[in-house]
């Protein structure tokens, strides 16, 4: 899929997305004895620079000492079936492994030059000093065989032909050499043992060998590196399907994924489709006339347009087309800031300067003819080295790294979204290509692949009921394939809202339009269970999407004094349907500057109003006013296992991470908490900026000096549990922590780090407080894909073709010992589902496999926007959507790609300010740098306003 992708620019459509809950206060004449805001010491501030936080015994310190739990047996509850799985079957090969290290000079840092080096050697020794042996190389320092080579070290000499970049316009000489020499020298390593792997596939090992199963998977994409331009685990070609344009210079390239995989039926081959960004192969002329739009041949380059060219094309590479028998590429670093013909350089030591014009007319006879344009600037930096753009074609199988706009993410989205029968018949085809009986590298190391679709044992798990307010007529409700509506029906809980306005940014939407909008909207909420004023505070305000802060600020001064010191409670928000960076504008103004709540609604929803999407905006402002809108029947009747039983919080946390090529962006954390027990409906959040793509949360738990008061705790895990005993009465005395975003290779890592910041913040609270804690990993990003086994039952697809809500797997393409499983739980839409994998990584509550599977499953049916079962379970979704919300209040400061200073993190929850810290969040920090915050050059997030941290504003 695609990246998760910034929600700022790019001229696409802005609606209200992302909420994430908040503390809801209940009136009570008890008075609540509450966990402080901050543990202050009063001991001195040097003694108290030695006080630690004590954690409960049983924590491990390493990763060696980790072990993650062992499944609890396999789960029982639902309807028993049978799904196919995109894995096959893979037999352990029975030679023995052998790696050899591998040392190039002159040191070359680009994997496809190394691989050709190797290419070369394999080719001319294979047959004599390589002992026939035909070995698997990983590109950088190993290479691997399947038995001994003849020798125990050999060096080699390889002549390889070069690409020169010399042969423009240069003060360089021009380089004629065509082959460099390398050696190359192999040397023995070590044994890859098979044997531990046998023993780990069969549950008798607890660690998996991952040398072993690296080595596998090099071996499989010996061939495929070869055949296909490589992208991570994936390989595309236009061999493997037909190109799609995407706009402004881009296509999309078919191609598949590959990865081995032990799972519980041994080794898994997992095989999926994938498209991605290609630049098109195009002459540099024709390829900027389709990134700006217009003829650049007859019309002058404006400023703006050299900037965007040079964005587009630094960083590409170009081959030349203006001699006859050489080709040769280069790496474009930059674009002339004067046009072609006023270019000069010197051409010998005395400094005599020729043209550029007159340089390649006089070189190779060429006449550049377009010289009102820039040269390319290619290869040193620091030596000037031009090329006529007319000159230069860009080469083929360059993929397209950065972010993409919106009509592109579109047509990419068109073209990546097959139905289940056509993927899988994708997949089956490409196996069938692919051909691995006949892959000489899996013919020398004895791998052999199934062809067929694993046949996997699934069950669906049954939908909840859910309540809704006794005064509709259907006081519950059962969804039906993931979906249910608001007819009859009306909010558990239905918020207020008796003073509101509305601006309109859009010029089509005439006033008397935008009203009977509004109204329309306004008698929805009413008929949903809301308390809502039909009749605006002040007359509808138009304003130009130019002028946004100003306008905003208008409406803010009228309707405050129409109010006289009553609170402005809801601003509807209409925006033009392609309205840019203006959705990120107004949250960011409302929310860090006038304390506003909004909704914001397109052009196209105003003018065609829809019963439907009025109702699903009715959701989305019942719950930002405060109400709620359905709770699960079983928690009402506290029937739900580890969780109605005692006080339990439902963490979801994410980070999010800015897209490639966007260097000083900081990484965005997110954490959300549960606030209402034991309906577990609401969530507060809290939100902070931290270094550049650290997926660690730093700030989850902290100390700090303050001179005066002495160490003072905080973090954003003690903040939310102090929010949700003020919300509720109670401490929590179970905690389960859903943790979105992390892969295989970092579980340790995350565990280690963020369940000893758990509980540190727990042990600051009070002594010996140490509820036990779940934690449990949601992954998105994965290639597994499940496919009914008759795609023409009923019984077992929905409308879209895929697998039911609710089908969940934990046989056979799940790890061999641990306890995860995949979960489809929402009905599809466009494409093939993706389902979810959860690996619980620490369980201190004993869940079975039926508990924990069923608890998630049930909680994605209490996403508050949507009368829909949702794909990810709400917390992790709502950490993901805070995160994203953001992002918007920083990128003012971003938008020239300047660098961010002094961290800081905003609330999206209950609570005091703080300086540095937790800005709006519950206990906050000042100048904190304890518990390896590693923060110090984050810029800080705007705060939130009080009123705005109340309430679930990012619906």
Request: glycine share 8%.
């Amino acid at each position: 899929m695609p990246r998760r992708r910034k929600m700022k620019g790019g001229g696409g459509g802005r609606e209200d997305n992302g909420p994430v809950g908040d503390v809801i206060h209940h009136s009570s004449s008890t008075v609540l004895h509450l966990l402080p805001t901050e543990r202050v010491n009063k001991t001195p501030p040097r003694a108290a620079a030695a006080e630690k936080v004590e954690v409960a015994a049983g924590l491990p310190v390493s990763s060696k000492a980790l072990r993650f739990p062992q499944r609890p047996g396999l789960g029982q509850a639902g309807m028993k079936c049978i799904v196919k799985a995109n894995h096959f079957l893979a037999q352990l090969p029975d030679k023995d492994l052998h790696q050899y290290d591998v040392c190039i000079t002159p040191e070359v840092t680009s994997k496809s030059v190394n691989r050709a080096i190797m290419g070369q050697l394999v080719k001319m020794y294979r047959d004599t000093e390589l002992g026939r042996r035909l070995p698997v190389y990983d590109g950088r320092k190993s290479l691997y065989t399947a038995g001994l080579l003849p020798f125990t070290s050999k060096e080699f000499t390889i002549a390889l032909a070069g690409e020169d970049e010399g042969n423009g316009a240069s003060s360089c000489k021009e380089k004629v050499s065509k082959k460099r020499q390398f050696k190359v020298f192999i040397k023995f390593a070590a044994r890859a043992d098979l044997h531990h792997l046998g023993q780990f596939l069969a549950g008798r090992q607890a660690d998996a060998p991952q040398e072993a199963l690296q080595v596998l998977d090099i071996v499989l994409r010996e061939l495929s590196i070869q055949r296909y331009c490589p992208v991570g685990r994936s390989f595309y070609s236009p061999a493997l399907g037909r190109r799609q344009p995407l706009g402004e210079g881009l296509e999309t390239w078919r191609g598949f994924y590959q990865s081995i995989r032990p799972t519980q039926m041994g080794l898994s081959l997992n095989i999926d489709m994938s498209s991605t960004a290609f630049i098109e192969p195009l002459p540099v002329i024709e390829f900027i006339a389709k990134v700006l739009n217009k003829d650049v041949v007859t019309r002058p380059l404006s400023d703006a347009d050299r900037i965007k060219i040079k964005k587009a094309l630094r960083g590409v590479k170009v081959e030349v087309t203006h001699r006859v028998n050489v080709r040769r590429k280069y790496r474009i670093s930059g674009l002339t800031s004067q046009p072609t013909r006023e270019l000069i350089f010197p051409v010998d030591d005395k400094s005599t300067m020729k043209s550029v014009v007159e340089y390649f007319q006089e070189m190779y006879g060429f006449t550049i003819q377009h010289t009102h344009l820039p040269c390319l600037q290619v290869g040193n930096t620091q030596k000037a080295n031009y090329l006529p753009m007319e000159a230069c074609k860009i080469v083929e199988g360059q993929r397209y790294s950065k972010r993409l706009n919106e009509k592109q993410i579109t047509a990419l989205l068109k073209v990546t979204c097959p139905r289940p029968r056509e993927r899988e018949m994708d997949i089956l085809q490409t196996v069938y290509q692919n051909d691995y009986d006949q892959d000489p590298y899996a013919k020398e190391f004895g791998l052999k692949i199934s062809d067929r679709l694993a046949s996997v044992e699934a069950r669906i798990l049954p939908a909840p009921w859910l309540k809704y307010h006794d005064t509709g007529k259907e006081k519950v409700c059962l969804p039906q394939v993931g979906q249910w509506n608001m007819m009859n029906k009306k909010m558990v809980n239905g918020g207020t809202v008796n003073h509101w306005a509305c601006i309109n940014f859009s010029r089509g939407v005439q006033e008397s339009v935008a009203l009977g909008f509004c109204h329309e909207l306004a008698q929805m909420c009413q008929i949903s269970g809301m308390v809502f004023n039909l009749e605006p505070v002040i007359p509808i305000y138009m304003a130009r999407p130019d002028q946004v802060e100003r306008a905003l600020k208008i409406v803010y001064k009228d309707a405050m004094n129409k109010l006289r010191g009553k609170e402005l409670e809801l601003l509807i928000v209409i925006l033009p349907d392609n309205n840019g960076s203006l959705y990120g504008d107004v949250k960011r103004i409302c929310e860090t500057d006038l304390g506003l709540i909004t909704q914001c609604c397109l052009t196209k929803h105003v003018y065609k109003v829809n019963k439907q999407y009025l109702a699903n905006v009715s959701l989305k402002i019942n719950v930002k006013m405060g109400g709620r809108n359905t709770v699960l029947l079983d928690a009402l009747s506290c029937r739900i296992p580890l969780v109605s039983d005692i006080p339990t919080i439902i963490f979801g946390a994410d980070v999010t991470h800015p897209e490639n090529g966007e260097d000083s962006s900081p990484s965005i954390a997110a954490v959300v908490a549960s606030q209402d027990w034991p309906e577990v409906t609401k969530y507060a959040g809290l939100v902070c900026a931290q270094a550049h793509r650290q997926e660690l949360i730093q700030d989850l738990f902290k100390t700090w000096q303050d001179p005066v008061r002495g160490t003072v705790f905080g973090g954003m895990i003690r903040e939310l549990l102090i929010s949700f005993r003020k919300a509720t009465g109670q401490k929590p005395l179970r905690i389960i922590f859903y943790r979105d975003g992390v892969s295989d290779c970092q579980f340790y890592q995350v565990l280690l780090y963020e369940l000893d910041a758990i509980r540190k913040a727990c042990a600051s609270l009070e002594p010996n407080y140490q509820p036990p804690v779940t934690f449990v990993v949601v992954q998105k990003r994965h290639h597994t894909r499940l496919f009914a086994n008759n795609h023409n039952h009923k019984n077992t697809t929905d409308k879209s073709g895929n697998v039911l809500p609710g089908t969940v797997v934990d046989t056979k393409i799940c790890h061999p010992t641990e306890f995860d499983f995949f979960l489809c739980s929402h009905a599809g839409i466009q494409g093939t589902s993706r389902p979810a994998h959860y690996h619980v990584l620490w369980d201190e509550n004993n869940f079975t496999a039926d508990g924990m599977q069923s608890l998630t499953n049930n909680l994605c049916y209490t996403y508050a926007r949507c009368t829909r079962s949702v794909s990810v379970v709400p917390p992790a979704y709502y950490a993901h959507l805070a995160a994203f919300r953001a992002r918007y209040y920083m990128e003012p400061d971003m938008s020239e790609g300047g660098s961010l200073s002094n961290g800081r993190s905003a609330a999206a929850g209950n609570g005091g300010g703080s300086r540095n810290g937790r800005v709006t969040g519950g206990g906050g920090s000042g100048n904190a740098n304890g518990n390896g915050s590693g923060n110090g050059g984050v810029r800080p997030l705007p705060a939130l306003k009080e009123n705005v941290k109340r309430v679930m504003f990012y619906c």
